[in-house]
């Protein structure tokens, strides 16, 4: 199947379309049609079930606006760019490592420099798409993803559209940690939308501008705290590691979850993730042949990740991220905590107090304001600092501390320097986090890829898309055969009673049997119930499921107990067909 097959297919059947069509559309924004919006939200709650309320975590909904500096702490002003290069003939701008990959045999350019790119670009004769304008020479730059607004009237309050939902559970760590009663370990999710201003939008809903993210922020004491992994130990993942990348022979390296971790492929907790991933992924319906973990290499890792690892499937040909696993170490904790008048450490309490040596200063101000001024506040707090880091440095008869840029002698008497015993009963903790970090919208678009399927039915060819039940939008389509003696009244009525049960259902009753079959096929309904002339008589329907197009009778009366028991994997369609053992 061709990207252009499937974006069709869902422009058609309502699962998603380019925004303001009417309008000429606008690059990077998709609307989710009917089908599309359910299917988005079942995958959306499969994802709550496996990594938040079986894994124990809570939910926040934070703003999806937020103050400059937020951003400045976390070093997204400074670091979130992606590169740009602008034909000099027609204006268009081009994200230059996609223009890499699209026409040379390198498959990761994002971890190449800046320079580099620009003498592939030149080497390789590459031209704009636009307009064909050679792009040799041309000088390619940093381009910041950020979208920026304005907090209320003016311009005095500026703030940026979030570019991950996980910067709004971070600043609130103080709060939640108050929550979570101060005791690590404990896992805050979000799913909402995020906005990155793409430079060259593409491949549908695979990159665009606003999208919605799927993110958990699991908070550990790295000192402590280890994953249950026998909970995943024996789940084999296909591993693609950075040495291996960059090997010209480089191959997939297949591992359980418990022997990339003693052979120290992947970090303890990332690989736990690893492991809760795939079972979450295969349980929606993507293709396992089809999926890999993808090691970032060293030049392309975010400047947050101590390690990191994409979830990547592959659909007509490319491979797409999914999913990032990063451990964040203490990256965004630290910085918030730099920046901003809050603490965001969590205090542990000792068993027992523990007798340490703790050196402190106690700076003889009648002498530092004199001799330095206005800087004397600020000599005092280094000379403070200094005494936690390296208290060998009073060891001499005087003290050099540097502030704002310039350094500053002080005699070591005029310090206060002194070091005491003292009883601590606890100590504070910055935590580290694990992130496994979903885009939705990549993984709705992997399992719309991979669940479409053609084969041939009485000489025609049927187009279907073969959705697992958990997630398909449609579960059950109701047929009259004809709209004629009850047979109307009747399908309407268990129309009505399956609604009732929970089940989301579609009724159809235009054109003839095979044709409306023929539709919900496409549409990725798993079964379909037809009420004939026999429903009246025996109260039994004719019930169909999808892939292998079988029929069998079952009583109206057990509907909703059957499709219900077929729904949550209590049994197949299969086992419903076989023949009932002889007695």
Same mark, same amino acid.
Request: with cysteine.
């Given at each position: 199947?061709?990207?252009?097959? !499937?974006?069709?297919?869902?422009?058609?059947? $309502?699962?998603?379309?380019?925004?303001?069509?009417?309008?000429?559309?606008?690059?990077?924004?998709?609307?989710?049609?009917?089908?599309?919006?359910?299917?988005?939200?079942?995958?959306?709650?499969?994802?709550?079930?496996?990594?938040?309320?079986?894994?124990?975590?809570?939910?926040?909904?934070?703003?999806?606006?937020?103050?400059?500096?937020?951003?400045?702490?976390?070093?997204?002003?400074?670091?979130?760019?992606?590169?740009?290069?602008?034909?000099?003939?027609?204006?268009?701008?081009?994200?230059?490592?996609?223009?890499?990959?699209?026409?040379?045999?390198?498959?990761?350019?994002?971890?190449?420099?800046?320079?580099?790119?620009?003498?592939?670009?030149?080497?390789?004769?590459?031209?704009?798409?636009?307009?064909?304008?050679?792009?040799?020479?041309?000088?390619?730059?940093?381009?910041?993803?950020?979208?920026?607004?304005?907090?209320?009237?003016?311009?005095?309050?500026?703030?940026?559209?979030?570019?991950?939902?996980?910067?709004?559970?971070?600043?609130?760590?103080?709060?939640?940690?108050?929550?979570?009663?101060?005791?690590?370990?404990?896992?805050?999710?979000?799913?909402?939308? %995020?906005?990155?201003?793409?430079?060259?939008?593409?491949?549908?809903?695979?990159?665009?501008?606003?999208?919605?993210?799927?993110?958990?922020?699991?908070?550990?004491?790295?000192?402590?705290?280890?994953?249950?992994?026998?909970?995943?130990?024996?789940?084999?993942?296909?591993?693609?590691?950075?040495?291996?990348?960059?090997?010209?022979? $480089?191959?997939?390296?297949?591992?359980?979850?418990?022997?990339?971790?003693?052979?120290?492929?992947?970090?303890?907790?990332? %690989?736990?993730?690893?492991?809760?991933?795939?079972?979450?992924?295969?349980?929606?319906?993507?293709?396992?042949?089809? /999926?890999?973990?993808?090691?970032?290499?060293?030049?392309?890792?975010?400047?947050?990740?101590?390690?990191?690892?994409?979830?990547?499937?592959?659909?007509?040909?490319?491979?797409?991220?999914?999913?990032?696993?990063?451990?964040?170490?203490?990256?965004?904790?630290?910085?918030?905590?730099?920046?901003?008048?809050?603490?965001?450490?969590?205090?542990?309490?000792?068993?027992?107090?523990?007798?340490?040596?703790?050196?402190?200063?106690?700076?003889?101000?009648?002498?530092? $304001?004199?001799? /330095?001024?206005?800087?004397?506040?600020?000599?005092?707090?280094?000379?403070?600092?200094?005494?936690?880091?390296?208290?060998?440095?009073?060891?001499?008869?005087?003290?050099?501390?540097?502030?704002?840029?310039?350094?500053?002698?002080?005699?070591?008497?005029?310090?206060?320097?002194?070091?005491?015993?003292?009883?601590?009963?606890?100590?504070?903790?910055?935590?580290?986090?694990?992130?496994?970090?979903?885009?939705?919208?990549?993984?709705?678009?992997?399992?719309?890829?991979?669940?479409?399927?053609?084969?041939?039915?009485?000489?025609?060819?049927?187009?279907?898309?073969?959705?697992?039940?958990?997630?398909?939008?449609?579960?059950?389509?109701?047929?009259? !055969?004809?709209?004629?003696?009850?047979?109307?009244?009747?399908?309407?009525?268990?129309?009505?009673? !399956?609604?009732?049960? $929970?089940?989301?259902?579609?009724?159809?009753?235009?054109?003839?049997?095979?044709?409306?079959?023929?539709?919900?096929?496409?549409?990725?309904?798993?079964?379909?119930?037809?009420?004939?002339?026999?429903?009246?008589?025996?109260?039994?329907?004719?019930?169909?499921?999808?892939?292998?197009?079988?029929?069998?009778?079952?009583?109206?009366?057990?509907?909703?107990?059957?499709?219900?028991? !077929?729904?949550?994997?209590?049994?197949?369609? %299969?086992?419903?067909?076989?023949? %009932?053992?002889?007695?």
């Amino acid at each position: 199947m061709s990207r252009n097959d !499937l974006v069709e297919l869902a422009k058609r059947r $309502g699962y998603f379309f380019q925004s303001a069509g009417a309008y000429g559309g606008v690059s990077g924004f998709y609307t989710y049609g009917p089908q599309g919006a359910t299917l988005k939200q079942n995958v959306e709650n499969t994802w709550r079930e496996r990594f938040q309320i079986r894994e124990g975590h809570r939910e926040i909904d934070s703003p999806t606006v937020m103050p400059e500096p937020v951003f400045e702490a976390s070093g997204h002003l400074d670091t979130f760019d992606d590169m740009l290069v602008e034909c000099p003939e027609c204006g268009e701008s081009h994200r230059a490592d996609h223009l890499v990959e699209d026409n040379t045999d390198i498959e990761e350019a994002e971890s190449i420099s800046i320079p580099d790119i620009e003498d592939l670009i030149a080497e390789h004769e590459l031209v704009c798409p636009n307009c064909g304008t050679e792009l040799g020479g041309v000088p390619v730059e940093d381009f910041n993803l950020m979208f920026e607004t304005n907090i209320g009237p003016g311009d005095s309050s500026p703030g940026y559209l979030r570019p991950e939902t996980a910067q709004g559970i971070f600043v609130e760590f103080p709060q939640l940690a108050e929550y979570a009663r101060n005791q690590l370990p404990f896992g805050i999710t979000q799913i909402g939308k %995020a906005y990155r201003n793409e430079i060259s939008p593409r491949k549908s809903i695979v990159r665009v501008r606003e999208f919605t993210q799927a993110e958990l922020e699991h908070f550990i004491d790295p000192t402590e705290d280890v994953p249950d992994l026998d909970r995943v130990a024996d789940v084999e993942l296909k591993l693609y590691p950075a040495d291996e990348q960059e090997k010209d022979d $480089g191959d997939y390296v297949y591992k359980t979850v418990e022997e990339a971790v003693e052979e120290d492929i992947v970090h303890e907790w990332v %690989a736990y993730y690893l492991g809760v991933g795939k079972q979450w992924y295969e349980s929606i319906g993507v293709d396992m042949d089809r /999926f890999r973990y993808r090691q970032h290499l060293a030049g392309e890792r975010a400047h947050y990740a101590a390690d990191c690892w994409d979830a990547e499937s592959e659909v007509d040909g490319d491979w797409i991220e999914i999913t990032g696993f990063a451990y964040r170490s203490d990256y965004d904790l630290s910085k918030h905590d730099e920046y901003s008048d809050d603490d965001f450490t969590i205090f542990k309490q000792y068993d027992e107090p523990k007798v340490v040596e703790r050196a402190t200063v106690d700076p003889d101000m009648s002498y530092l $304001g004199p001799e /330095f001024g206005g800087e004397a506040g600020d000599v005092a707090a280094e000379l403070e600092l200094l005494a936690e880091r390296d208290r060998a440095a009073f060891e001499d008869d005087e003290v050099t501390v540097e502030v704002g840029g310039e350094e500053y002698a002080i005699p070591t008497e005029k310090t206060g320097f002194s070091v005491e015993e003292q009883k601590e009963t606890g100590e504070h903790v910055m935590p580290h986090v694990v992130e496994p970090s979903i885009g939705i919208d990549r993984v709705v678009y992997t399992v719309l890829a991979h669940a479409y399927g053609e084969d041939e039915i009485e000489g025609e060819t049927r187009k279907r898309l073969s959705l697992e039940p958990e997630v398909a939008p449609t579960f059950v389509g109701v047929f009259p !055969l004809m709209e004629k003696d009850g047979m109307g009244e009747t399908a309407r009525e268990i129309t009505e009673d !399956l609604r009732a049960a $929970g089940f989301d259902v579609t009724y159809d009753d235009s054109g003839n049997i095979g044709r409306r079959y023929r539709r919900q096929d496409e549409v990725g309904t798993p079964f379909c119930v037809t009420v004939d002339y026999e429903a009246l008589e025996d109260d039994t329907v004719t019930l169909r499921e999808r892939d292998s197009t079988e029929q069998i009778r079952v009583p109206i009366a057990d509907l909703p107990d059957l499709l219900g028991d !077929l729904r949550e994997g209590e049994t197949t369609f %299969a086992e419903l067909d076989a023949p %009932a053992p002889e007695q």
